[in-house]
């Protein structure tokens, strides 16, 4: 494809991009497929000859469309917020463009150094002091990883250089809630600490870690010659968005020297919000942070904050020097290939600086405050409603929601709500969650979609009540 | 950003790629930047109000090009081939404005299942037998973490599950060559082997993993009491392409139990030429195996397809199902979660699809065949002239070349090599990258970009020599 061609065949993915986002609200929600239906239409082996670009975008409608769960869909309830807006998605598109790899500095100045000053622009919106370092991940997942890397060779001077974590006497211990992110206990699974090393924190009765059980356990592991590595503990759960005292765990983190890592991925977004902030309250504490601006916030995915205390720590654990890599400008410049997992990466900070100029901080703001509004609205028409129950606090956009008549309870309201759930999703007029809580299935509901205003929500809770019957 | 805007603005950063495009031989290669200059253009603080679209697409000419350089400049030998080609730019770009994340097959079940059949055109072009599965990454360290991990798995019976790698009674070991990629012994470190238990086994003269040397070292570990656990194995290394004798090498990891990874991140492209996978024999053995499609055969980063023998044991050791991520789709359906590390994707099977169909694989196989033999006839060029050396053998498209007058050695030898390669790079007319061979530094050339074709390899052989003066 020659630059002319590719200015034709791109107006027309633009126009394509801009119907389906344009049309979005008149797709189902839930894609209708059936598994194994999208493999079947295409082809079981490669084009030996080029194929015309028209066939291709033919297939974005006849095969990639009804395989399409409408994240951007005004009732689109599910998971979390992942906005993708406009604006960040032209920037993605430059990116991609320009298809610069950042290896080292060199490899790409710019990649580099407006990858730097956007992570400090997100500090500073968040309301975060300048003692904070951020680079961008895919994920929170990798992000989580990495933390307990770090934390893992902070505990054990740098095992990594000498015998690694199997030459350690006494185990390494992890503690997290039952409510954080399936991420974490695989984070700790991966870096090689091992289930029988990680503690479930008991919780209180908003889902929230506490502390004072937090101090026993780590009091407990050091009586019997264990020692208690790191913390990491969430501001916003998945499933409630509970939020655990990062202050007062963060006075066991430091009575015991443990690394603390926050889990914000999802509610972080709201700490652009002033008024919020006092729900991470210590996050100062904290020796390692995230917050996915991928989610709430507006931009395409994967665009995972990850904020350090001691980037040299980081680099300390993270760094390879091989010759091919090394550059004159060594030593002035980071080389963020030394703050992560992979070596390459992607020109990602435009995506987020396209959408912070195009929005401004304060048009982000309005859209939070909007959505927390429409939460709240929503949690007040449910609580006064006979039968349905609010399960948890609703401090953000996350509603924990059950309908229990009376009469019905224990497997029987289990089958009741998961049938409840699963006609509102195959309706494909909104998409919920349903999600465990206590060990019993609620219906999760995440506001938040750029469509999303007063009236899907009204609407979608208008289709929970209609979906109660068969 | 209404659809409206977007039309408008996508318009304009599509013309804005492809004018970048299609002047990119009049860009210097290598980013003229100086440490922070990119930086210190930009404004300290984020907005808060909203900018027009005009203000931050000029900020693209006026801030982030002087500080590119340009990977797909037809002088561009550095590093590796990225190619980015322009119709795997589009099919990126309908990915950003689609903006679905596979979390669970259901959260977009097209995502899933056209990156399952893309992956096994892949293997299907690769020559590769249906006995493996694949999936795409971000890059090949992350690949080659996730493979340690299994290895790790594997050879510990799932420690993972009970006390983790630090419950180990007799260490774990992995065996590589001092040429494999960095971030090979950057993955054994992060997956907790520790640097003790990483064992460099020597290489033959042409840098190629000497398999009676390896077959020693695994005796000697296991007389020790020590427990060899996984080979990493590259196609290609990264200095030199370099060909470790897989077949061989899989004849001591079947005889040990050994995990036999193969890294063929960079070389593995040349795979889809059957003239060429003689120089992989065996790697049908291995257990895994990384191919970069996002290097050489010309995806935009990040592209990284990670294949394997036994999914089951990959999603054993990688797999998380909290109930908020369970569907009543599950066990019909692949769930690529628990085949990574991160647990949100992109739709990246999008831009390998666009370009294998737009190229044809018979466009891609000529491609890279006049690659080449755009190398060979530059090694014999070099070759036959006075005081240049070819230093290592040239089976695809990377030479190793020293300029060594009579009479000059060691340091100062060194010192002219670098030397000359700054002046070349600094010239902004072609871009090599010096790396370091049997301790001394030599100069890298890595040919492949798209548009660079004989014209402009004979004038890199030409700047070569004018950069020899000062």
Redesign the interface.
Same mark, same amino acid.
């Given at each position: 494809?020659?630059?002319? $061609?590719? @200015?034709k065949?791109?107006?027309r993915?633009?126009?394509?991009? +801009?119907?389906? @986002?344009?049309n979005v609200a008149g797709h189902p929600v839930?894609?209708a497929?059936a598994?194994?239906?999208? #493999?079947a239409m295409?082809p079981?082996? /490669? /084009?030996?000859?080029?194929?015309p670009?028209d +066939?291709?975008l033919a297939d974005?409608d006849r095969?990639?469309?009804? *395989?399409?769960?409408t994240?951007?869909h005004p009732r689109f309830f599910?998971?979390f917020p992942?906005?993708?807006?406009? &604006? &960040?998605?032209?920037g993605?598109?430059?990116s &991609?463009?320009?298809?610069?790899?950042g290896?080292a500095?060199?490899? &790409?100045?710019?990649?580099t $150094?407006?990858e $730097?000053?956007i992570c400090?622009?997100m500090r500073?919106?968040l309301g975060l002091s300048d003692a904070w370092s951020g680079v961008i991940n895919?994920?929170?997942?990798?992000s989580t990883?990495v933390a307990l890397?770090c934390a @893992?060779e902070r505990a054990s001077g740098y095992?990594?250089?000498? *015998?690694?974590?199997?030459?350690?006497d006494r185990?390494?211990i992890v503690y997290t809630t039952a409510h954080s992110?399936?991420?974490v206990? #695989?984070a700790a %699974?991966? +870096?090689?600490? *091992? #289930? +029988?090393?990680v503690r479930v924190v008991p919780h209180d009765g908003a889902y929230a870690m506490r502390a004072d059980a937090l101090g026993a356990m780590v009091q407990d592991d050091i009586a019997n010659r264990r020692r208690p590595c790191a913390i990491v503990a969430t501001s916003g759960t998945?499933?409630s968005t509970a939020l655990d005292p990062i202050d007062r765990i963060a006075i066991v983190a430091k009575a015991h020297g443990l690394w603390l890592h926050v889990d914000a991925a999802m509610a972080g977004s709201a700490m652009i919000l002033p008024e919020c902030r006092s729900m991470w309250h210590g996050v100062e504490q904290a020796d390692s942070l995230i917050v996915n601006a991928?989610k709430w916030l507006g931009a395409?995915?994967?665009c995972s904050i990850y904020f350090v205390r001691d980037p040299e720590h980081l680099v300390r654990?993270?760094s390879?020097? /091989?010759?091919?890599?090394q550059t004159?400008?060594d030593g002035?410049?980071k080389n963020y290939r030394d703050w992560g997992?992979?070596?390459?990466r992607?020109f990602r900070a435009? #995506?987020l600086?396209?959408l912070? @100029?195009?929005?401004?901080?304060?048009?982000l703001q309005a859209r939070l405050r909007r959505d927390i509004d429409n939460a709240k609205w929503l949690a007040a028409e449910i609580a006064k409603s006979p039968d349905w129950k609010i399960l948890a606090p609703v401090p953000l956009q996350t509603l924990c929601v059950r309908h229990a008549p009376a009469g019905i309870g224990g497997d029987r309201l289990d089958r009741h709500t998961l049938e409840w759930a699963?006609r509102l999703n195959q309706s494909g007029e909104a998409y919920v969650?349903?999600? %465990?809580l206590d060990g019993r299935?609620m219906v999760?509901i995440s506001i938040g979609a750029e469509l999303t205003e007063r009236e899907h929500v009204a609407q979608l809770w208008q289709l929970m009540r209609d979906a109660l019957e068969p």
């Open positions: 494809m020659n630059t002319g $061609e590719f @200015r065949a791109g107006y993915v633009i126009d394509w991009i +801009a119907d389906y @986002r344009e839930m894609a497929s598994p194994g239906d999208i #493999k295409l079981a082996s /490669p /084009p030996s000859a080029p194929e670009f +066939a291709i974005l095969i990639v469309l009804p *395989g399409i769960t994240w951007q599910g998971y992942s906005n993708a807006l406009l &604006s &960040s998605v032209l993605d598109c430059v &991609s463009g320009l298809g610069v790899i290896l500095w060199q490899s &790409s100045p710019a990649l $150094e407006v $730097e000053v400090d622009w500073q919106m895919d994920t929170a997942s990798t990883l890397m @893992r095992s990594l250089a000498a *015998g690694g974590l199997q030459a350690q185990p390494l992110h399936s991420s206990e #695989k %699974l991966l +870096a090689g600490f *091992g #289930k +029988a090393n998945t499933t991928h395409v995915f994967d654990v993270m390879t020097n /091989p010759s091919y890599l004159a400008a002035r410049v997992l992979p070596l390459g992607r435009l #995506k600086w396209f912070i @100029r195009e929005q401004g901080v304060e048009g699963a969650t349903p999600a %465990l299935w999760r």
